[in-house]
């Protein structure tokens, strides 16, 4: 009887698990089905018959892109094709000659349908520019067309549709660019000519650039506007251009600035340059490194054994090579650099015995305490190559002088340059004279660095008495940093100064001042032609004691943009409201280049011009 009760439950149990196991076969067939339902859902979802898209039509009346939806067997246009050929062109900053158009078109062409056919100049070293500058432009129109990783901060607002390359007429464009007259001029100076010519003609498929300019410089800021006038079409899968278009370009200012603290914190030489990119997009002709501060001495001379002293680490240093390659880079691309080693350098305790042989006192204690830098720079032998490369002009600093003499007691300070000296005067503990004493007429200073012109910070002028007595205004170029309230660079004019203005409260970028408030300030606007003329520019500043280089292109731009067609075009009207649609064009341009430019709107008005 036991054993018929054990058969009878072993049965009982095997068809329950026979059950349950039908039952699970059957919730994994379930699951299964749906899993792939769902699937096949996906994919219908991702390929539809018939997928919604938006294309934008030129608006006669407002000469706008009006963003409009359509369907995909529709002709479609990108919002880039469309600005390029309704209303005023978005060229950043705005040319000053007028415009003309014989027939206002588009050639689309490949990658490889873009030649150079003539680069004509005189002189070997100017032509050797002018091929740099053509390989560069070259090789920004590739990567433009190339997309970015998202961790590179790509916008992809310009085309908003990306389809397969449909059929087009494919054509070529020859670039011939001409150097008029036999310039030899290799660097920026104040009286270079930036102007240019720029014409291009188009037949069928076929488009002709003809570029003509005195200068390497002005041919260069020609390449500069002609890369604006050819983009992506990503509906096309090909380049487009603009023809039937002529116009002539001169900037208002010949100095177009931008200056970047490397001082309070450490930026390096691939972070420099790509700030040297973004100037040369927006035509700032200037960079004014000040390379050195209180804070730090990031200056590599001799065999940087020292270096660790006077930086942040070792290995936050800039040598010779990196100076005179940054440089090089920014020649290339139409840029000064003018270096300011400025006379602050109260963290260089360590170097005292081996810049004046062991007879340097207590540190901060000397009047020593202020004249290392320019022992280290115009008396140090490697500094050679650095100051062979300088321009007309040299900035040095001046900031700050006055709190020296309070703190320290002294009376006097002798600072060797060359054969010459500087000597700061003190009296009664404030500062009141300021006398730069050279040893020859000409001066060693300007004649050993080859340069006309030196630069100093309006701050150590604003405290002296007797300024004009001191300063030869033939020499002297002093830059503003007052607030725009105060009118400092007034007194200065008045006295035949020629003035560079960067005023605080507007052109501090540090300071977070919005696009609009450094677009719409025009110091000059109710000065004379005669105070005018001594204006020879102004500089955008960015100091850097809460900015490093991760910071560093959303401080800098799209502001220092803004900035930029202030100096260039400066037109008796320039409005804010009409300039953001080409700003914001011009911003989405530096991000496709790499540059993370911070954007002005919200993306909806960026699709939407004219919205907001």
């Known amino acids: 009887m036991k054993f018929v009760c054990f058969v009878c439950s072993l049965a009982a149990k095997r068809k329950s698990n026979f059950v349950f196991s039908i039952i699970g076969s059957i919730v994994f067939i379930t699951m299964y089905w749906n899993l792939s339902s769902i699937h096949f859902f996906k994919q219908e979802f991702r390929e539809p018959t018939e997928v919604v898209r938006w294309t934008y039509v030129c608006e006669n009346t407002t000469q706008l892109c009006n963003r409009r939806l359509m369907k995909l067997s529709q002709e479609a246009q990108t919002l880039q094709t469309c600005q390029m050929s309704c209303g005023v062109l978005p060229i950043w900053p705005k040319p000053?000659?007028?415009?003309?158009?014989?027939?206002?078109?588009?050639?689309?062409?490949?990658?490889?349908s873009i030649k150079f056919r003539s680069l004509k100049a005189e002189n070997f070293s100017v032509k050797r520019l002018l091929i740099g500058a053509s390989d560069i432009f070259l090789s920004n129109l590739k990567s433009s067309s190339e997309p970015r990783d998202a961790a590179e901060g790509s916008v992809d607002i310009f085309v908003t549709i990306i389809s397969e390359p449909k059929d087009a007429a494919e054509g070529n464009v020859d670039i011939f660019v001409t150097i008029i007259g036999n310039t030899t001029a290799t660097g920026l100076r104040l009286d270079i000519d930036e102007s240019y010519k720029l014409e291009i003609t188009s037949n069928v498929t076929k488009a002709k650039v003809f570029i003509?300019?005195?200068?390497?410089?002005?041919?260069?800021?020609?390449?500069?506007?002609?890369?604006?006038?050819?983009?992506?079409?990503?509906?096309?899968?090909?380049?487009?251009?603009?023809?039937?278009?002529?116009?002539?370009?001169?900037?208002?200012?010949?100095?177009?600035?931008?200056?970047?603290?490397?001082?309070?914190n450490f930026i390096s030489v691939g972070a420099i340059k790509r700030t040297l990119n973004g100037m040369a997009m927006n035509k700032l002709n200037t960079l004014h490194w000040h390379i050195t501060n209180e804070f730090s001495f990031p200056f590599c001379y001799k065999d940087c054994i020292h270096a660790m002293y006077g930086a942040a680490s070792f290995n936050k240093v800039y040598t010779t090579e990196d100076i005179t390659e940054i440089i090089d880079y920014a020649t290339m691309r139409g840029i000064r650099v003018v270096l300011e080693f400025n006379n602050h350098l109260d963290n260089l305790e360590v170097l005292w015995d081996d810049i004046f042989g062991g007879k340097a006192p207590q540190f901060k204690k000397s009047k020593y305490a202020r004249n290392s830098s320019y022992n280290l720079f115009f008396k140090s032998g490697n500094s050679n190559e650095i100051y062979f490369h300088l321009p007309d002009l040299i900035h040095l600093g001046g900031v700050g002088i006055d709190h020296f003499y309070d703190e320290n007691n002294v009376d006097s300070i002798e600072i060797p340059m060359h054969g010459g000296h500087s000597v700061f005067h003190n009296s009664n503990h404030g500062l009141n004279e300021y006398d730069l004493h050279l040893s020859s007429p000409e001066g060693d200073l300007m004649k050993n660095l080859r340069v006309s012109n030196v630069v100093i910070w309006s701050e150590t002028l604003n405290q002296l008495k007797?300024?004009?007595?001191?300063?030869?205004?033939?020499?002297?170029?002093?830059?503003?940093?007052?607030?725009?309230?105060?009118?400092?660079?007034?007194?200065?004019?008045?006295?035949?100064?020629?003035?560079?203005?960067?005023?605080?409260?507007?052109?501090?970028?540090?300071?977070?001042?919005?696009w609009s408030a450094v677009y719409g300030h025009r110091p000059w606007q109710n000065y004379s032609n005669e105070q005018i003329d001594k204006i020879l520019g102004a500089e955008v500043c960015l100091w850097t004691e809460n900015i490093d280089e991760n910071s560093l292109d959303s401080r800098l731009w799209p502001n220092a943009a803004a900035f930029a067609e202030v100096l260039w075009s400066n037109f008796a009207e320039m409005r804010v409201g009409s300039a953001a649609?080409?700003?914001?064009?011009?911003?989405?341009?530096?991000?496709?280049?790499?540059?993370?430019?911070?954007?002005?709107?919200?993306?909806?008005?960026?699709?939407?011009?004219?919205?907001?």
């Open 96 to 112: 000053t000659g007028e415009i003309k158009f014989s027939d206002r078109k588009t050639i689309s062409f490949s990658r490889n």
């Open 466 to 514: 007797n300024y004009s007595k001191t300063f030869n205004d033939r020499k002297f170029i002093v830059h503003v940093s007052s607030e725009s309230t105060g009118k400092s660079q007034d007194k200065f004019l008045n006295n035949g100064y020629k003035v560079i203005i960067s005023h605080s409260d507007v052109w501090f970028l540090n300071r977070l001042p919005i």
């Open 212 to 264: 003509k300019s005195s200068t390497f410089f002005g041919a260069r800021n020609a390449l500069e506007t002609l890369s604006q006038l050819i983009w992506f079409d990503n509906l096309l899968g090909l380049f487009r251009i603009v023809t039937g278009i002529k116009f002539e370009d001169i900037p208002s200012f010949k100095f177009r600035g931008l200056m970047l603290d490397t001082g309070s």
């Open 581 to 612: 649609d080409r700003l914001d064009v011009q911003r989405l341009r530096m991000v496709r280049n790499g540059i993370m430019a911070a954007p002005i709107q919200p993306e909806w008005c960026s699709l939407n011009p004219g919205e907001c």
